[in-house]
């Protein structure tokens, strides 16, 4: 490797891409392809073996990022097509950012796939058990993950909290026992996860502005 060659920023470069830090890591290439080009004006040959070089290092990241290694040979092969019809600085600039561009999209797909797997588990974990007592903690194991990065991703997927979506899972179970009068609001408000009967009420109350009671005596079967 040329000792002039910043290898520290081809490492952060590699960092961003697997984190899928897009606007990151095109400030660190962006650097990079303009040394790359400054260092080595005038001679073709050296200016594309670094790009190449940078090219293969991009798809290593992205791979390990999660991206699918089948596209990502197809997206190299083309764009090696194209490489060698390229001469000026600019183009090769542009060709480099282009093919960069294709790669993150590769590992922002592979990223949400991944991401609503992770939700999904969560889902599931508290559909199976919303009577039960349920805490993030123990939803974030379900799932895989620590509490902070499913908080994370389920505002980031779907918009509302962990704790809003249990809530809409128990008072959507409340309001199907509550359309007959063979449970009392207490044995509801336990059989959906509440132990207290008061704090059910009020949280019915605030998603459905009605009490439970309201609700059965406007829905009996």
Same mark, same amino acid.
């Given at each position: 490797?040329?000792?002039?060659?910043?290898?520290?920023?081809?490492?952060?470069?590699?960092?961003?891409?697997?984190?899928?830090?897009?606007?990151?890591?095109?400030?660190?290439?962006?650097?990079?392809?303009?040394?790359?080009?400054?260092?080595?004006?005038?001679?073709?040959?050296?200016?594309?073996?670094?790009?190449?070089?940078?090219?293969?290092?991009? /798809?290593?990241? !992205?791979?390990? *990022?999660?991206? %699918?290694?089948?596209? &990502?040979?197809? $997206?190299?092969? =083309?764009? #090696?097509?194209?490489?060698?019809?390229?001469?000026?600085?600019?183009?090769?600039?542009?060709?480099?950012?282009?093919?960069?561009?294709?790669?993150?999209?590769?590992?922002?797909?592979?990223?949400?796939?991944?991401?609503?797997?992770?939700?999904?588990?969560?889902?599931?974990?508290?559909?199976?058990?919303?009577?039960?007592?349920?805490?993030? /903690?123990?939803? !974030?194991?379900? *799932?895989?993950? %620590?509490?902070?990065? &499913?908080?994370? $991703?389920?505002? =980031?997927? #779907?918009?509302?909290?962990?704790?809003?979506?249990?809530?809409?899972?128990?008072?959507?179970?409340?309001?199907?026992?509550?359309?007959?009068?063979?449970?009392?609001?207490?044995?509801?408000?336990?059989?959906?996860?509440?132990?207290?009967?008061?704090?059910?009420?009020?949280?019915?109350?605030?998603?459905?502005?009605?009490?439970?009671?309201?609700?059965?005596?406007?829905?009996?079967?």
């Amino acid at each position: 490797m040329n000792p002039l060659y910043p290898m520290n920023k081809e490492k952060e470069l590699v960092a961003r891409i697997k984190l899928g830090d897009k606007i990151g890591a095109k400030t660190i290439l962006n650097k990079l392809v303009g040394e790359i080009l400054f260092k080595n004006s005038g001679n073709e040959n050296v200016r594309k073996a670094r790009i190449l070089e940078l090219i293969v290092v991009i /798809s290593r990241a !992205a791979v390990e *990022a999660g991206a %699918n290694m089948e596209k &990502l040979l197809g $997206l190299n092969y =083309k764009y #090696l097509e194209d490489l060698s019809e390229i001469n000026e600085d600019e183009a090769l600039y542009k060709w480099m950012i282009k093919a960069f561009s294709s790669f993150m999209e590769e590992v922002s797909r592979s990223s949400n796939k991944k991401n609503m797997a992770i939700v999904e588990r969560a889902m599931k974990c508290m559909r199976t058990n919303y009577n039960k007592s349920l805490t993030l /903690s123990k939803i !974030a194991k379900a *799932a895989y993950v %620590n509490t902070y990065y &499913l908080s994370h $991703l389920f505002k =980031k997927e #779907l918009g509302m909290t962990v704790v809003d979506y249990l809530t809409k899972v128990r008072i959507e179970e409340a309001k199907r026992l509550l359309q007959n009068d063979k449970m009392s609001i207490i044995e509801i408000a336990l059989e959906v996860g509440y132990e207290d009967q008061s704090y059910f009420s009020k949280v019915f109350k605030r998603n459905e502005h009605m009490t439970p009671m309201v609700y059965r005596k406007r829905n009996l079967m």
